[in-house]
């Protein structure tokens, strides 16, 4: 009894013990949450002025300031950074150390930029992302091909914003709208196009006036759904195709072996698969496929009209039953 019990309290004791520290953590990491979270010093000196719309400057022999505007494409939203997927680094984890140095030295103009196989290539870490595959699929879409060593990776991954995805099947509205926003941010904004091409920037409105719907369409199935060529190995497909080559018939889509099981569906795909055996649930819950929900009702409908035959055919037999009996004992 006494042995039970203090086993009992040795429980407790433990529980205690481990409870405290759990409140802490909870109570130190709302505390931390709410000072914007960036620790570093000198990260912060560089905000100071590429996070704000403002700058200043000093004269050092007169002392005068001047307050200055700061260019617009040169402004760091320090929130956005900080909850960045790279936002736990130095500005200088990546940018040459000159950049401490205040005007800017004009060597900082020639830095070298990494690259994201400098960091990521053959990681072992990161093999569930197929960095390899995604970099040879991007080597030949219509980008690489075209504009050459102007246009990178970071083209289309804002290196102080660029978050990895939230797969939730819930944020399903959100992944398309962040992922198109990388392509309208040069497609849909002359100032970065201009950048790569003498060309005038084609009116996407105006180039997808054949399909019907066109902003329910551009909210529920991303740019590279229609514009990339799938590849199994990899999530997000990355061989963007010329405009030419591109997905325009609607059955690709409106059908139940739907393209978007392969693309925008996948990660639930998976996920769906995993669990239940079966990935058909994706198309009832997530969004409509004509063809899908069709097949759904055909399936219902035919099972009840093969339970009523049955019931025919039991009825049927039971009344020639009956009448043969009563002719028989006739
Ligand atoms: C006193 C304000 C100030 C501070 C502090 C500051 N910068 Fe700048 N930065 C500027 C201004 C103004 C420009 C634009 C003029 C120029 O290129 O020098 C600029 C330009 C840049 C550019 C080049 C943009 C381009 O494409 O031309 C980079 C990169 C940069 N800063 C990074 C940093 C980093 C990293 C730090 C911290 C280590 C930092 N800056 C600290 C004001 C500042
Ligand atoms: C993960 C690497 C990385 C980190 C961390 C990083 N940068 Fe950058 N930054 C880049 C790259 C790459 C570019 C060039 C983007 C391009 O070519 O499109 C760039 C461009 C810039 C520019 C030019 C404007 C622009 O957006 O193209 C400024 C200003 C800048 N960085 C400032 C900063 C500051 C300030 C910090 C820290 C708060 C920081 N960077 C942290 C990689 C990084
Ligand atoms: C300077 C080195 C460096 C560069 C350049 C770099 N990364 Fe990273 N990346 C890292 C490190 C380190 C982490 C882990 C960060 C962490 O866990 O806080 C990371 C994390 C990631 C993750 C998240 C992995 C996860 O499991 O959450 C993705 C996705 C990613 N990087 C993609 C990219 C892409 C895309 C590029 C180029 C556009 C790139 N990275 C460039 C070093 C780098
Ligand atoms: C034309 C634009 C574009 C280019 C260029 C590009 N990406 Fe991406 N990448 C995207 C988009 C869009 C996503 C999906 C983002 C989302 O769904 O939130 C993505 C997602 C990713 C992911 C995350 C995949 C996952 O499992 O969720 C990685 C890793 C990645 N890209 C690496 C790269 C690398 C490495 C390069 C260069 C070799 C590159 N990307 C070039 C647009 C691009
Ligand atoms: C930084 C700017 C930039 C970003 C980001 C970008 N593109 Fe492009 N894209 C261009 C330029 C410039 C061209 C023109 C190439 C040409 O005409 O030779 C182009 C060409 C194309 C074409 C071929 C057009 C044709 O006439 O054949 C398609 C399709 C395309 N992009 C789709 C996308 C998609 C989808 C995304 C996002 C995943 C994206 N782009 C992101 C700049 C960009
Ligand atoms: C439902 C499929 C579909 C979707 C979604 C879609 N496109 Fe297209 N897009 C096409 C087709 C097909 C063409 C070729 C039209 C033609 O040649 O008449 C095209 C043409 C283009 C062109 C070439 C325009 C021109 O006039 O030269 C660009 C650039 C482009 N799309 C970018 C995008 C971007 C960026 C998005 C996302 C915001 C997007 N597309 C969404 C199917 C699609
Ligand atoms: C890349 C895949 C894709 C392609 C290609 C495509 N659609 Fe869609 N379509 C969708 C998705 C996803 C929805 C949104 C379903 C939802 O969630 O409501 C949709 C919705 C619709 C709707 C419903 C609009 C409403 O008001 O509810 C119509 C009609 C439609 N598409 C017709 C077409 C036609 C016609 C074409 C060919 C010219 C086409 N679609 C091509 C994916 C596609």
Same mark, same amino acid.
């Not at 609607?250 to 139940?256: D, L, Q």
């Given at each position: 009894?006494?042995?039970?019990?203090?086993?009992?309290?040795?429980?407790?004791?433990?529980?205690?013990?481990?409870?405290?520290?759990?409140?802490?953590?909870?109570?130190?990491?709302?505390?931390?949450?709410?000072?914007?979270?960036?620790?570093?010093?000198?990260?912060?000196?560089?905000?100071?002025?590429?996070?704000?719309?403002?700058?200043?400057?000093?004269?050092?022999?007169?002392?005068?300031?001047?307050?200055?505007?700061?260019?617009?494409?040169?402004?760091?939203?320090?929130?956005?950074?900080?909850?960045?997927?790279?936002?736990?680094?130095? /500005?200088? +984890? &990546? #940018?040459? %150390?000159?950049?401490?140095?205040?005007?800017?030295?004009?060597?900082?103009?020639?830095?070298?930029?990494?690259a994201c196989m400098d960091c990521h290539g053959g990681d072992e870490m990161y093999a569930s992302f197929h960095f390899e595959t995604i970099e040879e699929e991007y080597l030949k879409s219509i980008h690489a091909t075209e504009l050459g060593d102007e246009f990178t990776c970071w083209s289309c991954h804002n290196p102080h914003t660029y978050k990895l995805s939230d797969k939730q099947p819930g944020q399903l509205?959100?992944?398309?709208?962040?992922?198109?926003?990388?392509?309208?941010n040069c497609h849909g904004n002359i100032d970065n196009y201009a950048v790569l091409i003498e060309k005038e920037l084609p009116d996407l409105i105006k180039s997808h006036e054949w399909l019907p719907n066109q902003s329910l369409h551009f909210r529920k199935v991303? /740019?590279? +759904? &229609? #514009?990339? %060529?799938?590849?199994?190995?990899?999530?997000?497909?990355h061989f963007v195709l010329p405009a030419d080559q591109s997905v325009r018939n609607c059955v690709e889509c409106h059908s139940t072996n739907s393209i978007l099981m392969a693309s925008l569906y996948k990660h639930q795909a998976v996920e769906k698969r995993n669990s239940l055996g079966f990935y058909n649930g994706v198309i009832m819950n997530e969004a409509y496929?004509?063809?899908?929900?069709?097949?759904?009702?055909?399936?219902?409908?035919?099972?009840?009209?093969?339970?009523?035959?049955?019931i025919g055919i039991a009825i049927h037999a039971t009344l020639r039953y009956i009448h043969r009996h009563k002719r028989h004992g006739n």
């Amino acid at each position: 009894m006494r042995d039970w019990f203090r086993n009992r309290r040795g429980g407790r004791l433990i529980f205690i013990a481990g409870f405290i520290p759990l409140l802490f953590t909870i109570f130190l990491s709302t505390a931390s949450e709410q000072e914007v979270a960036i620790a570093d010093e000198e990260t912060r000196h560089c905000l100071s002025c590429h996070g704000s719309y403002k700058y200043q400057l000093t004269d050092t022999v007169t002392g005068d300031v001047a307050t200055l505007k700061m260019h617009s494409d040169l402004f760091i939203d320090p929130l956005a950074y900080s909850n960045a997927t790279h936002g736990t680094f130095k /500005c200088t +984890d &990546c #940018h040459s %150390a000159d950049y401490t140095i205040h005007p800017h030295p004009i060597s900082t103009k020639f830095e070298l930029q990494y690259a994201c196989m400098d960091c990521h290539g053959g990681d072992e870490m990161y093999a569930s992302f197929h960095f390899e595959t995604i970099e040879e699929e991007y080597l030949k879409s219509i980008h690489a091909t075209e504009l050459g060593d102007e246009f990178t990776c970071w083209s289309c991954h804002n290196p102080h914003t660029y978050k990895l995805s939230d797969k939730q099947p819930g944020q399903l509205v959100n992944r398309v709208a962040m992922n198109n926003a990388a392509c309208l941010n040069c497609h849909g904004n002359i100032d970065n196009y201009a950048v790569l091409i003498e060309k005038e920037l084609p009116d996407l409105i105006k180039s997808h006036e054949w399909l019907p719907n066109q902003s329910l369409h551009f909210r529920k199935v991303r /740019c590279i +759904d &229609c #514009h990339a %060529a799938n590849n199994d190995s990899i999530l997000v497909a990355h061989f963007v195709l010329p405009a030419d080559q591109s997905v325009r018939n609607c059955v690709e889509c409106h059908s139940t072996n739907s393209i978007l099981m392969a693309s925008l569906y996948k990660h639930q795909a998976v996920e769906k698969r995993n669990s239940l055996g079966f990935y058909n649930g994706v198309i009832m819950n997530e969004a409509y496929v004509i063809g899908a929900n069709r097949n759904y009702y055909l399936n219902i409908a035919s099972i009840v009209i093969f339970i009523m035959v049955l019931i025919g055919i039991a009825i049927h037999a039971t009344l020639r039953y009956i009448h043969r009996h009563k002719r028989h004992g006739n």
